[in-house]
């Protein structure tokens, strides 16, 4: 029953990062910001394998953090939610559940990606799997951002 709940979760949250743009439902999903920072992946191009290497962890941690305060901005605005409370809790309780399932969505499909490496060496393999991390980030910090971007507010 468990297993059945989390597969559920996990392809809803793909169905969520699929780039709905393609799809016709909005005219775009990611952001001028989104873009610059996923740009900034490709700069790490210009290094050394080795300083590759360190520059995609470097944007990795980045991602992370701008997706947690993403998530946090999140909780703010719903906090502050023109609604009755009852759907502001269940709102929020959704959204820990999604940012749990997209974490587990990320980690797996990025071990997927980083596999399409093949026999490449450990260190290329492993920058497959960072720069995939840093670009799904900063797609779900975007989507969150663009969710809640008319949520009516309370005039506090």
């Not at 996990?10 to 910001?33: K, R």
């Not at 920072?37 to 191009?45: F, K, S």
């Not at 980045?62 to 997706?67: E, G, T, Y």
């Amino acid at each position: 029953m468990i297993n059945n709940q989390k597969m559920r979760i996990v392809t809803l949250i793909v169905l969520l990062t699929l780039n709905l743009s393609s799809f016709g439902i909005f005219a775009s999903t990611t952001t001028d910001l989104a873009d610059k920072m996923i740009a900034q992946l490709d700069e790490c191009e210009a290094f050394s394998q080795s300083d590759r290497l360190v520059c995609l962890q470097k944007q990795a941690k980045q991602s992370q953090l701008a997706l947690q305060q993403a998530e946090q901005n999140a909780f703010n605005l719903l906090s502050k939610w023109d609604d009755d409370e009852q759907f502001i809790l269940l709102a929020k309780r959704k959204l820990t559940l999604s940012n749990e399932a997209f974490a587990h969505y990320r980690d797996v499909h990025c071990q997927y990606f980083k596999s399409l490496g093949g026999g490449a060496i450990t260190n290329a393999l492993e920058m497959r799997r960072l720069t995939c991390v840093s670009k799904l980030n900063y797609r779900q910090a975007d989507q969150l951002g663009h969710e809640l971007s008319d949520l009516n507010l309370k005039n506090k």
